[in-house]
């Protein structure tokens, strides 16, 4: 059965593994250089799904696509796969508690890793290796995803996101002056992770200073915790799944916020992830709000310096676009040979409810464009797209296919 995530919100589960694999980190430093002594290397990515996505490869063989990912403490290989091909020199079988048994709760830890990235080399960098790919990754992105790499990349840079022509700029702090000017943000590096502090305005006109975790690998504009107990749920706003935690699925609900302020900058309107506080989850050993992600992120040209304990942000030309979620009320997915989409849950009372979708009904057109066709962000573009748009699906449902029009409603 596959682990499904809500579009906009990254693996609850992939998180909280981080937190417990932290503690296997090796003692030695892990970190990447940049070779024959240049100033800065520049690297292309990919935008998916609001996924920071790069290729590397790992002891000469590859490439392999790995998601970028500050919210990570240490290099996981999510493809159990890799271990045929990546020729360790030795592994250390280690147990992840709550996973499961058997092979369900077990991880190769690696030894030092050659990883290859143009103009980059790696020092002492391990990974921990999935005995079985609980994540799917590969299927919520419709893409291969081998892994993710997190800390190690950025510890010993400044690395800038210019999310307008995807490219990654990794240099010296010292050699800052070749990014461009931008606005410094304090931030602090607890536990490999980067925070920052932000205004959070709330519909009822609290305002409230908040200690949120920088998370690229969050597709999300924000998280916020604790909500309910605190500040009680907005009156708009709609219950969701956004992920599977490691005791199971991870409740909560979808709303909008009046305002996010990082520094100068004045983030309006925007939809936010509520945790239900209510049901048990595992605590982050770092106090913290929330998680600030790639759904804020992306309005700004971003640089981490972390040896310097700065976060630098210059709003780019999404900043003054608006903020929408699903309008159709579906979740759903790629299969593995990335041919087929098929629906993972349905909102109760959304639009494809009252059409009677159901859950492992299969998208086989929108528009009567063969789904393909296309990629899951294509439509992610047209179930986002506008209030009250017809949209024209083939579903193969109940061994039959059918033809419906989905009227798409903005739900927050």
Known sequence: MLF??????????????????????????????????????????????????IKLNINNEGPFNFILDTGVGLMIITEPKLIDSINLTSKTVIKIPGLGEGEDNEAYLTSALNIGIPGMVSHDVNAAILKKDMFNLSSFAGMPIDGILGYEFFSNFAVKLNFADSTITVCRPEDLRHMGKLTPIPITIEERKPYLKANITFPNGKTVDSKLVIDIGAGHPVSIENMIKNNGL?????????????????????SRVNEVDIGKYKIMDVIASFPDDRKPHITASISRDGNLGVGILKKFDVIFDYPDNLLYLKPNNFFKEPFEHDMSGMEYYSTNDFEHVLVSRVEPGSPADNLGIERGDEIVSVNFRPVSKMTLEDLDAIFESRDNRSVLLEIYHDKKYDHVILTLKRRI
């Open 4 to 53: 499904i995530f809500s579009r906009k919100t990254w693996p609850f589960a992939l998180l909280l593994l981080c937190i417990m694999l932290g503690s296997f980190s090796r003692a030695n430093a892990q970190y990447f250089d940049l070779e024959n002594n240049r100033k800065h290397v520049t690297i292309p990515f990919r935008l998916i799904r609001n996924l920071v996505i």
């Open 234 to 254: 907005p009156a708009k706003s709609i219950p969701a799944s956004l992920g599977i935690g490691l005791n199971g699925p991870i409740e909560g609900y979808l």
